[in-house]
Nanobody, 125 residues
Framework: QLQLVESGGGLVQSGGSLRLSCTGS????????IGWFHQAPGKEREGISC????????YYVDSVKGRFTLSRDDATNTVYLQMNSLKPEDTGVYYCAATPYGGPGLMYPQNYEHWGQGTQVIVFS
């Protein structure tokens, strides 16, 4: 059974950077599409980025495009979310999720089967 653990969150000043990690155990993340989701305080969880399993292509929502970058590290079974030029509106809990599903809709949380516990990011101005 695949288990996911996020890490790397913290407190950062506006304009700063953080790198979030999503490490898998119990199965190789190669076989899964991985999504990152952001839940701002008082709001619903929203997809912000995903990477496919078939061709490792990454996708981003407009609000993070050009600032966030996804990458895989097969050696450590980890997917990274590099977050640059952080803004106060990036504050919230970040979750990674995995699915063997390879079709469209990878920005939607209902298409994911495995979830991490989340990591908190606070961006202050």
């Amino acid at each position: 059974q695949l288990q996911l653990v996020e890490s790397g969150g913290g407190l950062v000043q506006s304009g700063g950077s953080l790198r979030l990690s999503c490490t898998g155990s119990g199965s190789d993340l190669d076989y899964y599409a991985i999504g990152w989701f952001h839940q701002a305080p008082g709001k619903e969880r929203e997809g912000i980025s995903c990477i496919t399993s078939v061709d490792n292509r990454s996708y981003y929502v407009d609000s993070v495009k050009g600032r966030f970058t996804l990458s895989r590290d097969d050696a450590t079974n980890t997917v990274y979310l590099q977050m640059n030029s952080l803004k106060p509106e990036d504050t919230g809990v970040y979750y990674c999720a995995a699915t063997p599903y390879g079709g469209p809709g990878l920005m939607y949380p209902q298409n994911y089967e495995h979830w991490g516990q989340g990591t908190q990011v606070i961006v202050f101005s």
